[in-house]
């Protein structure tokens, strides 16, 4: 139960990406089907009323430990579907992110662009101007 315990510890971390986590969601259906017939087998094998008080006991043992991880197993269950979840909108926060960044640098190119020519245009009228008050100032 401790080995199966560490294996289930291992398959929930975050940050991972919904295939990913769904793909663990598998192992862990086939986790709970082998402890599912794990608790079948003892039930179909051992009856407790043909068992002396220490098999008894053992096997009240087998079946609170095998609850036990039946219910673990829900829990991770629960927290790699939050994950998946997460995953799931945090890739679509990503996608939106790197739409919102494409149009900025467009919306930016646009705008550098215009500016330029606002600045040559500025820069041809202040030549301009120049000129004219230099053409006044020789012809007076």
Partial sequence: MAQLRDQLNRLEPEG???EALKHQLEALGAEEARLNRLREQLDAE???EDLDDDKRHELESLKRDIEAANEHLKTVRENIQQNIHRAILLEKLHADLARANNELVALTEVNYQKNST???LFSFILELIRFILNQL???N
Avoid: E, G, V, Y
Wanted: aromatic content about 8%.
């Fill in 16 to 18: 991972q990406s919904p």
């Fill in 46 to 48: 051992h009856r407790p």
């Fill in 118 to 120: 606002q600045l040559i």
């Fill in 137 to 139: 100032k020789f012809s």
